[in-house]
């Protein structure tokens, strides 16, 4: 399959990188000054040299990625709130043509659910979304595979970086500002880890959980959302004295809930996962509990997730 990346971040430098290995070509690759445009697959060493050099992938506008010819539009652009700009219009763009639309982005389908499923009814081409949830981790296809109305709750770790600093506090004692700062040093943390730390990524996630498990009409809005900055180390050392522990957690629950903050669990919970690790529940009707876990970040990881929506699609 033909594609187009837009966005030249980890993840979108990764899909370009990796297509070949599951037998797609690279017909356009934009970021957000410049492009790249072959019909016949763009050189992706050039590009990125060029974006070394001058700080763009190429010389052209990053417009002419979206005409270019292609079958299916990988979004990787950084997540947007409110509107979702320039994700949602990317995805729109696409769509008309009657292309297909595979995102990384969270954006769009955690903020404009419903408008992107309405553009999807009427174009020719599908969208797909797994990388948006959980990095490397199937959790959208299992979903899909059990069928969204016989999953009636989802729960989970979906954030490495709160992960890394609540397991690192409990594992040493360690105070929030220290290990944070560890975290930005190892680069498991941002500079500005504010979408981690104050629980907004893993909202986006479950509003988008919320959104394939009840059918849409959820947002950012409608997550009740508590971060991690305000939980003391003295918290984490009670807690270990019960046997318990403090993880970030995201929920969606049946009737319809859904929330983000730090919860007590119990030490051997498969919820207390460590490190920079996520992990998903899944609550079904007749197959019970479902464990799901993985790396939930990094360029290949979830570049493996994006070609996974790929090898889905239907050929156009």
Avoid: W
Avoid at 29 to 36: E, K, L, P, Q, V
Avoid at 105 to 115: Q, S
Avoid at 135 to 146: D, F, L, N, Q, S
Avoid at 214 to 228: F, P, T
Wanted: hydrophobic share 40%; aromatic share 4%.
């Amino acid at each position: 399959m033909r594609l187009a990346v837009m966005g030249a971040g980890a993840v979108g430098r990764s899909v370009v990188e990796l297509a070949g290995e599951y037998g797609h070509d690279v017909t356009a690759f934009a970021d957000s000054t410049g492009a790249i445009v072959d019909a016949n697959g763009i050189d992706a060493d050039a590009a990125f040299a060029h974006k070394e050099r001058v700080g763009s992938v190429g010389e052209d506008d990053p417009s002419a990625a979206l005409g270019a010819e292609y079958d299916c539009l990988v979004e990787a652009t950084p997540t947007t709130l409110g509107d979702a700009h320039p994700g949602f219009e990317h995805v729109e763009a696409a769509l008309e043509r009657g292309r297909h639309v595979v995102l990384a982005n969270k954006g769009p389908v955690a903020e404009r659910y419903d408008d992107v499923m309405a553009l999807a009814s009427s174009s020719a081409g599908d969208v797909r979304f797994e990388a948006t949830v959980g990095g490397a981790i199937p959790v959208i296809a299992t979903i899909e595979g059990m069928d969204p109305s016989h999953v009636t709750a989802a729960r989970g770790v979906l954030n490495g970086t709160a992960n890394f600093v609540l397991s690192r506090m409990a594992a040493e004692g360690l105070g929030y500002e220290h290990v944070l700062a560890e975290a930005q040093d190892l680069g498991v943390a941002e500079a500005d880890p504010t979408f981690d730390v104050d629980g907004t990524d893993a909202a986006l996630k479950c509003a988008i959980l919320a959104n394939v498990l009840h059918g849409g009409g959820y947002s950012l809005a409608d997550v009740d959302v508590q971060g991690i900055a305000d939980v003391p180390s003295s918290a984490l050392d009670l807690a270990a004295e019960d046997g318990r522990t403090v993880r970030l957690i995201g929920e969606v629950t049946e009737s319809g809930d859904v929330r983000v903050g730090p919860r007590l669990v119990t030490e051997h919970d498969t919820l207390a996962v460590t490190g920079t690790q996520n992990i998903v529940q899944l609550e079904t009707t007749n197959a019970g509990r479902l464990n799901i876990s993985g790396r939930g970040a990094g360029g290949p990881e979830t570049a493996s997730a994006v070609l996974a929506d790929v090898g889905r699609l239907p050929e156009r």
